[in-house]
């Protein structure tokens, strides 16, 4: 009989590791399987790329997979396609600039990492004095720039420290999320906040509906980590952080409806004309109560 051999928590380094039966969205034949750490709660996919591998494929095939390739062509088409999506982002990149202005001032400036084409820096910016972004696509990274913010590929390219740090569905994409939260640390002021949203591997799609479907396009080959409350704490704990964590429902009941009905995405808003407000209302508060919500959202700030 063959021996299964299974890696230890590559975050906590334990043992009691299981693997996942799962598909991964966009690998076949890989030999990349989804593993979970029993101790600090964690899953991860196994073996890993090596860094300077994660930033080639950023920069010329992530948001490929995930966008129309007509995006990446060059002339004035293509600056239409990226204006488009840049202005579909927006009314979530208003949602997310309402949660947090209550903890900044007009004077502060801030850094978010992985800005893509920089809707959120236009949403926030009316709530703080500058804006900058990093990101490691460049065809993203130029289009941020020419709608006037100053884009680097790492914190550390710039030269200044930050009111507050953003990262939304970031850290989930980072091999070392531990090392790279210390290093950020270098670019946090005493005072500063670092807000970071992420996916919760304890989706009631998965946890309470146990849906195999939405499973197989859960886990993605651009994610290396798939967090839950208790792990996202590990890793705050770890850089050295102090933290607040709590649940976001992003997806509403009809993209709940349609993944049971049809087992595909796409449903969001679909049956508004028979849901109302208050209703999915209470049904995303509910998710959120029950740790069932889709999305983590952490507050850390630089422990004294």
Known sequence: MIKLIVPKCQLCKEEDVCRIDTKIRNLSNSGIKVYECKKCGVQFLYPCSEEADLKKYYNENYRGEYAP?????????????????????????????????????????????????????????????????????????????????????????????FDGIFMFHVLEHIKSPVKFLKDLKKVMKKSSILFIEMPSREDALIKLYNLQSFKDFYYQSAHLWYFNRKSLKFVLDKAGLKSKIEYIQRYDLSNHIKWLRDKKPGGQGMFNFIFSQKLKNEYAKNLMVNKMADTLFAIAKLRK
């Open 69 to 161: 390739q007509s995006y990446y062509e060059k002339g004035r088409k293509n600056y239409a396609k990226m204006e488009n999506f840049f202005r579909d982002s927006l009314p979530e990149a208003r949602i997310r600039a309402e949660r947090v202005k209550k903890f900044l001032r007009k004077s502060d400036e801030i850094l978010e990492i992985g800005c893509a084409s920089g809707y959120f820096l236009k949403a926030i910016s009316n709530f703080v004095r500058k804006s900058y972004g990093t990101e490691w696509d460049s065809r993203y990274a130029a289009y941020a720039k020419k709608i006037g913010f100053e884009i680097k590929e790492n914190p550390s390219d710039f030269n200044r420290k």
